[in-house]
């Protein structure tokens, strides 16, 4: 009977056994289960975890990946920490059923990027630590869901840049560290509805100026650390290649408490203390236009190039206004180069005037003018006025041209008519073979002219 009882007792430990994996610890916290798994020499997240557990350690061990079954079900589960593991892969997807979790620990590990599917769907969650790992990429849409999220640290990885607009729309955020990465550029407005925010940390990267946002106002205290008051907010960014011109003013007039910030460019104030630098140092230049092209004759449809190349502090924007005083843009016809280039692919007679070139920044603007002339070819554009001359058959090209717009083939037509001299050989929406068939040489003809409509900017284009 006693071997009976011990016997029972046996089958019901290995029961119990089975519910919490081995070397794990499992605290049931009526009516919340803990399981407890760091430092346990796992390579992998064991397999039979309860489903029903609310929080799940796993830090301190030897997971190289994170599976999708890995996590399945587990709906309840509230708090996720995988620190200090070697995890370089994450499934997409993984975490996928995990919609009540509020906290993920993934720091120090070797994820190297973070993909759309990752923690999509993860609309709870309030604190995601990624610090530590060997991040060069977070795509786009990685963070399109984490709309709940609280603090973010992505600190210690290898970031040119982050998602910046996902941020944007983490109105519940209150601490964000971006500190020892790479980032050379924040875009402005990107705070502004962070109302929340009370912790920025953009210390060592590769930052020249930081977007001013009515958010930094109620910074009263700029620390690294420290006990904060509750209205105030902490920004730190020492360690920045700082370019400290009157950009970087309103940073300056905000009150701090560490001093340990230096600029790095201009010349002049380089590896000088931020906030011994006295205001009226922070300085900007106007634009100076210092070349530009001058006046200019072309052909009628060359390639035109007008530049204009200005410097000042900071690097001054480059406008070209067209001689209708339209703010050139890029077209089928025209490329604005952010360099001040402005080519005109195909010039037409309409393009003949001055351009004025602008050039600004917040300093000031500066002028220029280019003068274009366009001299005008004589253009074939029917059949019926160039009898003068040997009829190269253009009119085949409007005929084919016209049908093209019912959606028809034409592909037959070289063979249909065999004596036409010019066929458009193949044709679809966007692109036109069009075949010479000469047999030799015509006195008279040096070049030929194709004209047709380009639907980008609805103008009429010849070549
Ligand atoms: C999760 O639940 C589904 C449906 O209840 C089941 O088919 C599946 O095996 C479960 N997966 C795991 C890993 O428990
Ligand atoms: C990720 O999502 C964004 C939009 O949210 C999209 O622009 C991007 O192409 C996606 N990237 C990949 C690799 O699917
Ligand atoms: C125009 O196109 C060029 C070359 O593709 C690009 O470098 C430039 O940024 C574009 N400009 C604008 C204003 O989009
Ligand atoms: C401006 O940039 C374009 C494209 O990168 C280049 O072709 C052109 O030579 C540049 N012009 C000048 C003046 O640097
Ligand atoms: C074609 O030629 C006719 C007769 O010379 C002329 O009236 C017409 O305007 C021309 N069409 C075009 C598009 O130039
Ligand atoms: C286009 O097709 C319709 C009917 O299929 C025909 O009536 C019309 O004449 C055609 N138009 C041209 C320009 O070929
Ligand atoms: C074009 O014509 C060829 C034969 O003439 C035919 O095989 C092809 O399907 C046609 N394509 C379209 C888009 O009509
Ligand atoms: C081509 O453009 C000219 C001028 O904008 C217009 O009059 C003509 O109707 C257009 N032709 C076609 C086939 O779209």
Known sequence: MEKLLVCLLVIGMAVKAQICPKRCV?????????????KKGLLFVPPNIDRHTVELRLADNFVTSVKRKDFANMTRLVDLTLSRNTISYITPYAFADLENLRALHLNHNRLTRIGNDTFSGMSKLHHLILNNNQLTLIHLGAFNDLL?????????NNLETIPWEAIQKMTSLHTLSLDHNMIDYIPEGTFSLLQKLNRLDVTSNKLQKLPPDPLFQ??????????????SFALSFGG?????????????????????????????????????????????????????????????????????????????????ISPEGKLVSNSSRTVVYNNGTLDILISTVKDTGSFSCISSNPAGEAHQTVDLLIIKLPHISNSTNNIQEPDPGSSDISTSTRTGANGSNHTGDTKTNPDKRVVIAEATSSTALIKFNFQRNIPGIRMFQIQYNGTFDDSLVYR
């Not at 919340?32 to 760091?38: H, P, R």
């Not at 709940?148 to 210690?156: N, P, Q, T, W």
């Open 148 to 156: 709940a999220l609280e603090e973010l640290d992505l600190s210690y």
């Open 218 to 231: 109620r910074a009263q205290v700029l620390a690294t650390s420290g006990v904060l008051h509750p209205s």
């Open 26 to 38: 499992c605290q049931i916290l009526s009516p919340n289960l803990a399981t407890l798994c760091a």
């Open 240 to 320: 920045n290649p700082l370019h400290c011109n009157c950009e970087l003013l309103w940073l300056r007039r905000l009150s701090r408490e560490d001093d340990l910030e230096t600029c790095a460019t201009p010349l002049h104030l380089t590896g000088r203390y931020f906030w011994s630098i006295p205001e009226e140092e922070f300085l900007c230049e106007p634009p100076l236009i210092t070349r530009y092209s001058h006046e200019m004759r072309v052909l009628e449809g060359q390639r035109v190039t007008l530049k204009c190349k200005a410097r000042g502090d900071p690097e001054p924007a480059i406008h070209w």
